[in-house]
């Protein structure tokens, strides 16, 4: 079936303008994970949606980053007034609910939005 | 909250050798340690995970180990081939905090023909 989809795969943007990112992830996985992989680095935790909980925003950088997620399909993650040093490869990732036996479920990544801001 | 050390950073083999990550966490609640493998431009994806009830799982080539008193967990590549160089990625989590995982800083794998 179709895995995680995520759109644009390349943006490049001016310094100071607004972005939106998108994910389409897997059908019937009601979580999904927004992660940050810097070049040559490991993938930083952003935000985290699970069906119709309040989303875990503990990873958001700063307050020009939000994400939204409309019931348990599509989200958009915003970069207002975007800086130099959000360039990076924005991952988004969905996966199946907890299990009855509370053990976690594989993540599943997209190909990822790779931002460049000049 | 959780923080997983990774090691080494690179990792030079020889084709045919074995190659091993180690991976240390903080967070005594979590449960779930999967490992990603990561080619030049390409998504993570999942090769073997492993549950804090086992302490050692394998899947052909690949096996990791689990030491929950320790809080460590390692990879582990058998007889290794060009096809397995990338960067491998471990991770945990604890299903209270749903299932966020945090990563490792990655290891570079290349293995040389």
């Known amino acids: 079936g179709a895995g995680v989809s995520q759109s644009p795969s390349n943006k490049v943007t001016e310094k100071g303008k607004d972005v939106e990112l998108r994910c389409d992830p897997i059908?019937?996985?009601?979580?999904l994970y927004w992660y940050r992989q810097r070049l040559g680095q490991g993938l930083e935790f952003l935000i985290y949606?699970?069906?119709?909980?309040?989303?875990?925003k503990s990873g958001l950088p700063s307050d020009r980053f939000s994400a939204e997620r409309t019931g348990e399909s599509v989200s958009t993650l915003t970069i207002q007034r975007t800086q130099q040093e959000d360039s990076a490869v924005y991952l988004c990732?969905?996966?199946?609910?907890?299990?009855?036996?509370?053990?976690?479920?594989?993540?599943?990544f997209g190909n990822g939005t790779r931002l460049t801001v000049t | 909250g959780e923080n997983v050390e990774q090691h080494p950073s690179t990792l030079s083999v020889q084709e045919g050798d074995s190659a091993v990550i180690k991976c240390t966490y903080s967070?005594?609640?979590?449960?779930?340690f999967p490992w990603y493998k990561q080619e030049l431009g390409k998504r993570p994806q999942l090769i073997i995970d492993?549950?804090?009830?086992?302490g050692e799982k394998k899947d052909q080539r690949i096996a990791v180990t689990l030491n929950k008193t320790a809080k460590h967990f390692s990879l582990h590549i058998t007889e290794t081939q060009p096809e397995d160089s990338a960067v491998y990625f471990c991770?945990?989590?604890?299903?209270?905090?749903?299932?966020?995982?945090?990563f490792g800083g990655g290891t570079r794998v290349l293995v040389k023909p």
């Open positions: 059908s019937g996985h009601t979580a």
């Open positions: 991770a945990a989590s604890r299903a209270a905090a749903g299932n966020k995982l945090t």
């Open positions: 949606f699970q069906g119709n909980s309040a989303p875990d």
């Open positions: 990732a969905s996966s199946l609910p907890l299990g009855r036996s509370s053990y976690n479920s594989p993540l599943h």
């Open positions: 492993i549950r804090s009830n086992v």
């Open positions: 967070d005594s609640a979590s449960n779930y």
